[in-house]
Each structure stands twice: as C-alpha cells, then as structure tokens.
C-alpha cells in the first residue's frame, strides 16, 4: 500500500514500528507533488532539499527514543502566510515575493518540536483575502476533485494539498472561515480553534481580532492531534490563552447519546443548494439515530453577520498592511521620484485589487466622520452575535449548519462578483465575529461529484465536543475518499 493513503496518525504510527521511514514519506510526498502540481497548483514553494535534510533528522530522533509524538516524521505543508525560518514566505502577493523570514511562527515551532516535517508553503488568496485561492499573485490553485472548479479559500492551497494527497496534513489560518470552506469543497477536515487556543505570533495578521491557526486533514482522528501539538500558551502573543484542556485526542469516542444539538433555521433558508441542504440535514439525522437530542431553533443576527464582517476585518486589514511601504522588506518599486511617490507606487504595484479593495474600505469606516457610523456599530454588533451564540449554548452543546451555500463554483465565477463571493462566507463568519470554535468534514457529494461540507460549531473552549461529534459523524458515515484516490 502507498504511503500516501495513510492519515498522518497512521503514518506516524508506521515510522515508529519501523515498518517505514520519515525519509521514505518525504520522498513519496515530492513524487507526488512532482507529478500533480503542475495540474493543481497547490504550493508557492516546495523545498526538497531542506524537506529531505529534516527528514533524516528526525528519523534519527525517532530511533533514538527522542521522539514519540503521534505526528513525529509526518510530512506538513504550511499556509504562505505563516513566517518559516529561511524559507520564502509571500502571503501569495507580489509585494513579498522576495521575504524570507529570521524566524518561524510559533504554531511551526510547536509542529517541528513534534517531529513534524515541512514540505514548502501553500498557495492561498493575496494576505488571506478572498473565498476561492483566485487572488494570489502566483496563480490559482485548482480543486483536486475537478480542476475546473476552485479550491476555496483563502487556504485552499493547503486543503487541495491535503486532497491531492501532495502532503498528509496542512496548517492554514481562518479569519471568516478560510479554514473551514475550503475543507467543504475539497472533501477534508478542516478545524478553527477557539480564539487564542494557537499562538498568532508569526502569522502575518489580516484580521487580528479574528485570525486563528488551525489544521486541515484528512480525517478528525488527525485534526486532534495537530491541534493537540499546535496549541499552547505564548508570551509573545497578547491574545494568546493559557488552557489546560489541550489533551484533545482524549475527546476521539464514538458517542453523541444525550448530547444536544441545535439546526439554526437562519442557515436553512433563501441561497443554500438544495442538494447541500439535504445532505446536512442528513447528517443531522444520522447523529440523532446515535442518540443525539436534535432541535430546530433561530439564532437570528445572522443577517448582520457578513456586513459587520466585512466592515471589522478590512478596518483592521488596512492598518496591518501599513507595514507593506517598499522600506523594511519585501518589494520596492523600481522608478520613483522621493518618498512618498515611492510608498505610492510600491504599493500600487504590489498589491492585488482584492487587497486594494478592502484597504481602501478599512480606510474608509475608520475616517472621520464615518467610524462613530460604521466601524464602531460594527463592533456593537458583533458583540450582539456573540450574545446570540452564548444564548444558544445555554440550550446546546453543538450547533449543526453547512460550511458553504454550495459545492465549490467553477473557476471564474466568483471574481467576476465581489459581492457573491462575500455572501459565500454566511455560515462561517459569525463563528470568527465571536471567537467560536468550529470544524467541517464531508458528508456528501453533489450531483456533479463535489463534496459537500459539514460545519459543528461549539461554544468558547469546546472544542473536545467538537471533535467527539465529529468523530462520531465520521464512524458512521464511513470512510470518505480523498480526491487524489479518486482520480489516481
């Protein structure tokens, strides 16, 4: 059997009985990424050098005792927006297409220190904005279940990564569910942390008051272990949250009996695919025949969701990209005549039109006049959202809705409506506005073959509820195919 078909916790479990090496797992990964990549796009970099050189250092590691961890030799692709210590890191924008940082984010250190072995760094949506992985300035990343649709976004490098089997497990970072839509329409599992559960030192910020780190795999089994290893307290992060409850693995049983689970009808209505519709709702069923108590409710606010969104995370993407000045690092334009022309045209010529969008919207609701009308209404909203959430889990323990209105569109169709692609995002965003945890994984396939995604959302530090229901769902819907199996 290849390498490939293994989850990252089978693979691990391999290497440590001897059956096989962390060497042999990077050498299959670079095969593999050298045979589809050209298809599917999925990387910005790939160093084999350094992969196979952190390789045979592990491997040592693990022969030597030093090194037990259920992720130690597993192959890793990281999002491009997460700083790696001498290894080019873009956010997928030309203004820094020459950075290679003196450090490595916190969550990557946590990775390595588990023995975890970086393959290169994923494509994804210019500084994580966007739903499609359309907007970066090297190319669009393809859907391995059909290349004529897209991946998701803004980490659907990584999630196409993991389903075309170019890597065994990915880190990406979910602002207004970036993690969570592109799993839904390549088919993996894909999980947001609670806010402050993974350290965002080292993530280049786009939203820093809802960024958050959080895997994307193949399966939940997997997902708990990456974000048993990611997650930790960190002095160098202000929001970062000292837990004591990180030991998710524990929370893997097969078992929903009295849980309660709540369907907000708001996520059941106008726009959402018919074919998406029943196949969510189908698993809600399969988890009540598990002994789930299962309950339609509204949760109301959800209209106000996406403006306030959209509002809150381009005020706060205006101000962190003001470090992007063709100074410090990064692009500088080449013909200029004094400073002020050259921060103009550096910044011009290095940002994409999707980041000059929403620079120029978060620029707007902060200006005087308009913050008191929109950026600080925005943030009394979102604070209503959160109301909203915390009454609902007073009632349950799990909210069940889609991760997406529909399977993933065809290449194209998004860009051509800035709108349309924002309102994609409806079932994702509120979970960030309110710092919640949630996970996504396959429970179906449209009519056309594309997976189709189930969202769990849990209440602030949960997420061992999560993952129980989850895994649960998981059992007994069976095994679900990765992309790359079905196209191989």
């Given at each position: ?6 989850t ?5 479990a ?58 130690a030799g ?23 297409g ?13 990775l ?11 494509n ?26 897209v991946?998701?976004?803004?980490s ?21 569910g ?53 997650a ?21 049983t ?48 959800v209209d ?16 962190n ?19 002020h022309n050259m ?35 925005a ?19 799990v ?20 709108i ?49 229901t ?18 191989r």
């Amino acid at each position: 059997m290849s390498l490939l078909n293994m989850t990252a916790v089978e693979l691990a479990a391999a290497i440590k009985e001897g059956k096989t090496t962390a060497v042999d797992a990077v050498r299959e990964s670079l095969e593999r990424i050298e045979e589809k990549e050209a298809l599917y796009h999925c990387y910005v970099t790939v160093d084999k050098e350094s992969a196979l050189a952190q390789a045979e250092r592990v491997q040592a590691k693990i022969e030597a005792g030093e090194l037990n961890s259920p992720l130690a030799g597993v192959p890793v692709a990281i999002k491009d927006n997460m700083c790696t210590e001498g290894m080019l890191t873009t956010c997928s924008s030309k203004i820094l297409g020459n950075f290679i940082p003196a450090y490595s984010a916190e969550a990557v250190l946590n990775l390595q220190k588990a023995g975890a072995v970086i393959l290169g760094k994923t494509n994804m949506d210019e500084f994580a904005m966007g739903s499609t992985t359309e907007t970066s300035a090297f190319g669009v990343t393809k859907n391995p279940w059909n290349p004529e649709h897209v991946p998701g976004g803004s980490s659907g490098g990584s999630a196409a990564a993991v389903a075309a089997g170019e890597c065994f497990y990915a880190l990406g970072s979910d602002t207004g569910g970036s993690i969570r839509q592109p799993a839904s329409f390549c088919g993996v599992v894909g999980m947001k942390p609670t806010y402050g559960t993974v350290s965002r030192y080292g993530l280049i910020a786009y939203g820093s008051s809802l960024d958050q780190i959080g895997p994307l795999a193949q399966d939940v089994t997997d997902c708990a272990a990456i974000l048993e290893a990611i997650a930790s307290h960190d002095e160098k992060d202000s929001t970062s949250i000292d837990r004591q409850d990180t030991d998710f693995t524990k929370a893997l049983t097969d078992d929903v009996k009295g849980m309660r689970i709540g369907i907000p009808n708001d996520y059941f209505g106008e726009g959402l695919d018919a074919e998406v519709k029943d196949a969510v709702l189908q698993s809600a069923k399969t988890l009540e025949e598990k002994g789930a108590i299962v309950e339609r409710f509204d949760l109301s606010l959800v209209d106000y969701a996406i403006p306030t969104y959209y509002t809150i995370a381009a005020a706060e993407a205006s101000s962190n990209l003001e470090r992007f000045d063709g100074i410090k690092y990064g692009y500088r334009t080449k013909d200029y005549a004094g400073l002020h022309n050259m921060y103009k045209k550096s910044r011009s010529e290095g940002f994409g039109e999707e980041v000059k969008r929403r620079i120029m919207l978060g620029s707007f609701v902060l200006s005087s006049g308009y913050y008191d009308a929109y950026y600080l209404k925005a943030l009394k909203v979102k604070a209503l959202i959160k109301k909203a959430f915390d009454e609902a889990f007073e009632r349950f323990d799990v909210i069940l809705g889609p991760a997406a209105p529909t399977t993933a569109p065809k290449l194209g169709a998004s860009l051509a409506d800035p709108i349309k692609m924002y309102l994609g995002d409806i079932y994702t965003i509120a979970v960030n506005l309110a710092g919640l945890p949630g996970i996504c994984l396959p429970c179906g396939k449209d009519k056309a073959g594309l997976p189709i995604g189930l969202q769990l959302i849990g209440d602030c530090f949960q997420e061992k509820k999560l993952i129980q229901t989850a895994y649960t769902y998981e059992k007994a819907r069976g095994a679900f195919p990765v992309a790359a199996k079905e196209v191989r």
